[in-house]
């Protein structure tokens, strides 16, 4: 595990050594039990890369769940970097804060974004990653020539809005051409994959080209929720490993 600080120094101009490339899971809390949201993020320290925040405002999505004020709160109690995936209206207006508040990867949804790119320098310029999310019927293609302003592509494998949905298999060849993308531009870009991921198709997204999981239901649905993210893990680089985007 690397705490916070240490992801934060590298991430000056947003670029992390080599070593911290690879597979990577992020619990989503979101199907975590908010009456004890730190205890339940200590059940995947040690085990997590990350923590997977995920904000929703009732506008962007039809469901509210947490803002600013608890991210600083845990921000301030946990270890595990954390990673917030912005579901909400104009980003443009609060995303950097979520930055400048320690969180060491901001996402924000492109088809809410007014100005994306200046907005992924804001967020870089904060000191966190930037990330930028695409829902499912939202095309990779349109975005190829922002994707060196970022540093990781969320593709949403379930429409944003609530945990526990069915995976879309629908949305794997759009995580295929990603990789391509990412492949053909030499780009130094991390391809999360959020909604329905599980021990049935966490495969299939190693397979197609992801490298950052989120897992929600996955996760805290499981008795030892650390051990539900070394078995992911486990999966994910064996499927990787037998991938050809991966040789
Ligand atoms: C859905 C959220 C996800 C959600 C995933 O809009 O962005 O992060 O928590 O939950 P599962 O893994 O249960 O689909
Ligand atoms: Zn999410």
Redesign the pocket.
């Known amino acids: 595990m690397v705490a916070v600080s240490a992801m934060r120094r590298r991430c000056e101009g947003c670029r992390y050594a080599p070593g911290l490339m690879g597979v990577q899971i992020s619990p989503?809390i979101?199907?975590a039990d908010f009456s004890r949201l730190a205890e339940e993020c200590d059940r995947v320290a040690g085990a997590a890369d990350w923590l997977?925040v995920?904000v929703?405002d009732n506008h962007f999505?039809p469901n509210l769940t947490l803002g600013l004020p608890i991210v600083e709160s845990l921000l301030k109690r946990v270890s595990t970097p954390v990673d917030c995936?912005l579901?909400i209206a104009d980003p443009d207006r609060w995303a950097p804060g979520y930055a400048e508040a320690g969180a060491g990867s901001v996402t924000f949804h492109v088809e809410a974004a007014h100005a994306p790119i200046r907005l992924a320098r804001a967020i870089r310029a904060a000191g966190a990653r930037a990330g930028m999310a695409l829902k499912p019927a939202t095309d990779v293609e349109g975005y190829a020539d922002l994707l060196p302003e970022i540093d990781m592509l969320l593709i949403?494998t379930?429409e944003?809005?609530?945990?526990?949905?069915a995976f879309l298999d629908v949305v794997l060849p759009k995580i295929r051409r990603a990789r391509e993308l990412i492949a053909g531009r030499a780009l130094d870009l991390w391809l999360q994959v959020?909604?329905?991921?599980?021990a049935g198709t966490i495969e299939r997204c190693a397979e197609a080209g992801a490298d950052v999981f989120?897992?929600?239901?996955?996760v805290y649905g499981a008795d030892d929720p650390a051990e539900a993210v070394r078995r992911l893990r486990a999966q994910a680089e064996a499927a990787t490993a037998a991938a050809p985007w991966a040789k």
């Not at 989120?214 to 996955?218: D, H, P, Q, R, T």
């Open positions: 989503s979101l199907s997977h995920d929703m999505v995936h579901m949403m379930v944003p809005g609530f945990g526990g949905q959020d909604g329905g991921v599980s989120v897992a929600g239901s996955a």
